[in-house]
């Protein structure tokens, strides 16, 4: 029962971390490396505007968010829009990005264990004998809402659906008038408005720490690759396998190898079926 | 209406379009026949401003050095630095070769996503009509556009090319590989488009007979060169083109 209720916990997390790198990379074919770090920056935000500004701490956590809207697009606006479509550029570039953020949050004395952002609700229910605290199951709440909003916006709205095109043929969409530096730059804000949101619902249940950019960025490549890059669907259900496949091993095999899944899972992945699992579309293309 | 004259481009070495100056006027079908490799598909991407896209992506992945010369006028205005983008939102939409349908959508969704630039009013209008000419599409509606027959790409293309707006509307060989029934059903629509919307259209094809009934005026490009010009009954008189272009 334990290992469903925190299996559930740690898939919902990991989509989190990895719908917003799913997101950049399915519409502008862009591999946001700098999604770890956009996700720390948020918290680091919402903590001093919570700390230092004093603000209201729903209005911290909505400033953090906006926050890391704006420089998302800004990295894209003034950094990335001159190195497109040069994939090793753009990784180079997004990482170099990444690094700067982290360690200039370092380098600002943003260190060791004291950061941390409150819970939204103190308390726990029980489910089936087991008790799990309100916040994470606000997580799954959230979790699940956000991917039905995704699908509502990218079905129903113009720029979404003008998003969709875009990832799919990007020349049939510019044939049409939409512009694929626009589209990225809404993308962009998207994908970091998406790190900010999955930082501000797990970081209360731990720490704020820099190191923590590197394994979230780590673990939204796994997932993505896992269920094929770029591929939406494909990382809501990666997620799910290796949630549960970390929580089995932290259950049987101990806790401190729950990265190695999240490794052990990209090699074979790239060993056994390299477009991942919802990659078939591609994959069939390629031979034609 | 929109008048380009002497556009060369080269890819690297290679001239893909020699001097060639092409005009359509105001609510006039052109014809731009010639034989494959002759420098259509070039054509309409130099004119709908894809080239520049093209040429950017080959610039940034260190490929293919394209050049681009000539001018493009539209209605008195010098359009040939203009994005595709912002050609797109002066009416310019091309409705590509191969059609390019969205293929992991519907085909509401491919209309909906043609009608971006469009306003709600003008979407909700244009839909009604789209499914009006092509009658065929009302039933697939929800079908995704990979599962579609050619045919029916053909329609829903021009259909969300449509919903773009457009003033002037490029079809690239929009009968490529379709049977000669869905030839002169697509023929009898682009007409039928073209009085009802008051849309101008240039439409390039390597067989010159389904197209020739409905056209105006037409050119003939051969090697990237527009070797000959003239109305429907100039090109019809004309011994070479008709053994060439029309098969009799």
Redesign the interface.
Do not use: N
């Given at each position: 029962m334990d290992i469903i209720i925190y299996g559930t916990i740690n898939s919902v997390a990991l989509a989190l971390y990895a719908l917003g790198f799913a997101l950049v990379y399915g519409i502008s074919r862009l591999p946001n490396f700098a999604h770890g770090a956009l996700y720390v920056l948020s918290g680091f935000v919402a903590w001093s505007a919570l700390n230092i500004l004093g603000i209201n701490y729903l209005l911290s956590i909505l400033l953090a968010i906006a926050v890391t809207a704006i420089v998302g697009s800004v990295i894209y606006q003034f950094f990335l829009i001159r190195i497109r479509g040069m994939e090793i550029s753009e990784i180079i570039a997004t990482y170099a990005i990444a690094l700067a953020i982290l360690e200039g949050l370092r380098w600002g004395g943003f260190k060791g264990m004291t950061y941390t952002l409150p819970p939204f609700i103190e308390g726990s229910a029980a489910i089936g004998g087991i008790s799990v605290d309100y916040q994470r199951l606000l997580t799954v709440g959230v979790g699940a809402a956000l991917v039905a909003f995704l699908w509502l916006f990218t079905h129903k709205t113009r720029i979404g659906l003008a998003l969709r095109g875009m990832a799919q043929d990007e020349r049939a969409a510019l044939m049409l008038g939409i512009d694929s530096d626009v589209m990225a730059v809404v993308a962009m804000g998207l994908g970091s408005s998406l790190a900010a949101l999955s930082a501000m619902l797990l970081l209360p249940l731990g720490n704020i720490v820099v190191e923590s950019g590197y394994n979230v960025l780590i673990l939204a490549i796994a997932v993505c690759i896992v269920g094929g890059l770029g591929s939406w669907a494909g990382a809501v259900l990666a997620a799910f396998i290796i949630g549960f496949a970390q929580i089995l091993t932290a259950v049987y095999l101990g806790s401190h190898y729950q990265m190695v899944v999240a490794l052990l899972a990209i090699i074979l992945t790239l060993i056994f079926k390299p477009s991942g699992i919802f990659g078939q579309q591609k994959e069939l293309e390629e031979r034609v | 209406m929109l008048e380009a004259t002497g556009l060369m481009v080269f890819y690297e070495n290679m001239l893909a379009l020699n001097n060639v100056s092409i005009r359509c006027g105001e609510n006039q079908i052109v014809g731009v026949f010639g034989a494959n490799s002759a420098g259509k598909s070039t054509l309409m991407y130099a004119l709908?401003g894809?080239m520049l896209?093209i040429r950017k992506?080959e610039e940034?992945?260190g490929g293919e050095r394209i050049t681009l010369t000539g001018s493009i006028r539209y209605r008195d205005q010098e359009i040939m630095a203009s994005?595709?983008?912002r050609r797109?939102?002066l009416g310019i939409?091309?409705?590509?070769e191969r059609r390019?349908?969205?293929?992991?959508?519907s085909v509401l969704?491919n209309l909906?996503?043609?009608?971006?630039?469009a306003t709600a009013a003008q979407a909700q209008e244009t839909l009604e009509y789209v499914f009006k000419v092509f009658p065929a599409l009302t039933k697939l509606k929800s079908r995704l556009g990979g599962f579609l027959s050619g045919g029916e790409q053909q329609m829903l293309a021009i259909g969300?090319?449509l919903?773009?707006q457009p003033k002037i509307l490029l079809l690239d060989e929009p009968l490529l590989g379709l049977s000669p029934l869905m030839q002169a059903m697509l023929m009898h629509a682009t007409r039928e488009i073209r009085d009802e919307r008051k849309i101008s259209i240039i439409i390039t094809e390597q067989y010159a007979r389904p197209v020739i009934p409905i056209i105006n005026y037409a050119f003939i490009l051969e090697n990237g060169s527009a070797v000959l010009e003239g109305t429907r009954e100039e090109l019809m008189n004309n011994p070479d083109v008709r053994s060439a272009y029309f098969g009799i």
């Open positions: - | 709908s894809i896209d992506k940034m992945a994005k595709s983008s797109a939102r939409v091309l409705c590509p390019r349908i969205f293929k992991e959508c969704e909906k996503i043609g009608g971006y630039l969300r090319a919903m773009a």
